[in-house]
């Protein structure tokens, strides 16, 4: 293995377990030392029956990105026909994929129905191992369910790895908890046998082995392996998120299972609200009787919630609301990648309100970003929007432990004690140079608040009297002026960008970008990457001295019209050519490279990053 | 259950405090909600309640105005989200006395997903509804009780015949149902208070007259029709509460009173940590366990 190894688990969604076996086998890599990348689970809005894949990335350092679409090893766990090719099982992953796995990579399939024309994939030196899991599963085993191990017990044998099952029997037993032995042997049973059909094919075909080779690292600290969507959820209980609300939309309920699980431990509470707005305004009850609390939704979801976040503008709620933004308009393409939501983000709702959008660009920053939400949130009174998108929840990865001991400070701004009111008495929505009033929680005695959506005066009364009204607007929006000035940060810049291209991203293209980076380098193209992650309100002051030293501006967007690129032209007065894709697949660094060639040598303005279509199945003449 | 009028002195003094002062109340006169006003500051005298400790939650149009005319925390949100803002600060502080405040259109029309949740969650928040069907604020729009005691020999989607708050709140499970009138507020006082003291989802519909755009349900029409629930009347038993209203029903009228009353065992529930010692610190291993 050089280095690095991409495996392909492909089959039916529910019935063939693709998520097992990439679950398997990504969590012993990562106990195993070696650092796994799975990030673009492709799976459809429907529970069963539609294609899935899941490709996984295997390194022995932390890899900078997920790279291209190619594959070196494709396991294809469909067992019976493929209802479009009745003479032709199997061929549903082997079809979409076969085109991207690598010339000499491996094709490990479920024969149960017997075997795959597989010789164009053969001339090109690709080795097939056909496994007839299902029947082992069943016939001589007896359960079903054990085929995934029969799975898991081949490719392992196929990458040499975890031979005398330590790894796996750990695993088997810590899920069984020790409570059925009999079901740990029999999964080891069958991981054994599975083992044994590659070793057959090995010798038949008397390749010694299929060169690729994992081996156990040591490494100075425990590796977890847990998604951007975990992340995240620690992130906000280590900040003092205390009340969680949620709405079950694809791709935001993990974090709803996440919080319901975890948060009574830390005495917070989490709520599956009836619909989108109960939730919301459970949350903005709970923030203005004193925890700290937090939404989260996907697009539609967020749509139906905009009147309240001009209401927690007006009223001065805090709330951090997760947006897991995946592709729209409507309900769009529920399980597929997109970042379309800025727009909406920066300006939903009627009125003007202040607010403050920020977008983790990797796992670790849904992390270490999210505590800042909430530092925010509380500061400001104000909605603070977390942008993340599909491919940043959904993406697994390994992380050192050492990730999650960020102490954090937990600062109440403003609120007033029962001392403070005896001092100096309480208006509410007080005039201040900052924009910030002071706030008490109800119960406080001492004093009582007057909180409304409508406008109203410093202590709270409803008044539609011209001056009140414009110092009550004023005093509101002074708080992004304050913002902008104590707390915005500027981009994180790679490179130098003077007199270079640069590609500027925001959210989970990062990785990608970077490794377009060194792949342009190799190529003798030297560019650098900005990522913005404090996107409202917009640092222009920060971002525009970096931005404007460039050569040429390349904004590279999961979405149709370019939005950061368009808010770049707004605030900084700079013009930016485009790299797009909102096909619903994730960006691959060959994507960025051939976009940066088309601007940068021939001066394209705008490139839309297509994929052909995945091959027809040849239907028989007369049909 | 009766108010001393000593109480009733200091009941306008404490409860005056930290509002908009009478002269500046922007009710027309001889609206119903200055009878639900009295009950209200009756009604927090009677169980002796500290401003302070109590949230009262406005909904939108004219019967919210009522929160900024007590002492008491306040809160408007918006159309049709009292009773969940009041589920939220429930769950956070559940030491909070929670009042929400709203009309018949903000409960019945947009909030009625609200309402027919609260019924099943039963927080422990009162909801007294100021019912005149007609939404004022915005010059006499029906409402969905609207049209109350109006004959209804032919019906369109347009104008379907009003709907009874108290079978939907009995069907949804609410577990306090009671109706009360404004023009009486000293019964009103006490079905509030009684309201106030249940545990858990409390429920009251007070009809509280429009004087300027619904002329057809006035003061009279009300005392004409409203009658009190006979003193048999057994209203911890749902059969019983359905008898009832399918009785008065029968008989044109509307009950005054408890309808029904049975709490539902609930779990204790302790306040969320909201303060920076109770929140650091803390330990994040229970969590971290599971991704190893």
Known sequence: MAGRLKVLVGGVQLRDGVGTVVDVVGRIATRAGLHVLANERNYASTIYGAHQFDPLLICEEPPLSHGDDQVDILVALEFDSNPD???????????????????????????????????????????????????????????????????????????????????????????????AQDLVDLNLRAALRGRAVVEEVLRERGWPSVGYRLEPRSTSEPLLFLSGTDALGVGAIQAGCRFYAGYPITPASPLLEFMDRYLPAYGGRSLQGQNERESIRAALGASLAGARAMVGSSGPGISLKVEEFGLAGAAEIPIVVVDSQRAGPSTGMPTKTEQADLRMAISAGHGEIPRIVLAPSTLEECYTLIMDAFHLADKYQCPVFFLTDLTLAEVRKSVPQSLFRETVRIVREGVLTEEDLRRDGFRRFRLTESGISPRIFPGTPGAVFKMSGTEHDESGFVTTDPPRRQAMMEKRMRKMETYLREDARGPQVYGDPAGRPVLVGWGSTKPVLLEARERLRAEGLEVAVVQITHLWPFPTHLVKP?????????????????????????RCLLPTRRILKYNGRVFYVSDIVRGVHQIVRQGIGEVRVAEALPVPVEAHEGE | MSVQPAARASASKVWEENAVPRHRIQWCPGCGDYGVLNALKLAFTRLELVPHEVLLIGGIGCSGQIRNYLNGNGFHGTHGGPLAYALGVKMANPDLRVVALAGDGDTF????????HACRRDPQVTLIVMDNGVYGLTTGQRSPTGGLGQDFPEFSEEEPPPFSPLRLALAAGATFIAQSFSGDPKHAAEVYAQAMEHPGFAFVNDFSPCVTYNKFNTYDWFRERLQPVPADHDPTSLEAAWELLADFRRRGRSPLGVVYRNPRRRKAQRRVPMWPQELEGIDLEPMLRAFR
């Open chain 1, 546 to 570: 970096v931005l404007q030293a460039a050569s040429v501006l390349i904004v590279c967007e999961q979405n149709y019209s370019g939005q950061l690129a368009d808010l770049i032209q707004e």
């Open chain 2, 109 to 116: 029309a947009i909030g009625v997903e609200n309402f027919v």
């Open chain 1, 85 to 179: 090719a009745p003479q032709q099982p199997n061929r549903d992953t082997i079809l979409r994929h076969g085109a991207h796995l690598r010339d000499g990579g491996v094709l490990l399939y479920d024969a149960s129905t017997g075997t795959v024309p597989t010789e164009a994939l053969e001339a090109r030196g690709v080795r097939v191992f056909p496994l007839p899991a299902r029947h082992i599963a069943l016939r001589e085993l007896k359960r079903e369910v054990v085929k995934n191990m029969v799975v898991v017990g081949a490719l392992f044998r196929l990458l040499e790895f975890d031979m005398d099952q330590h790894y796996l029997r750990a695993l088997l037993e810590e899920r069984f908890a020790r409570k």
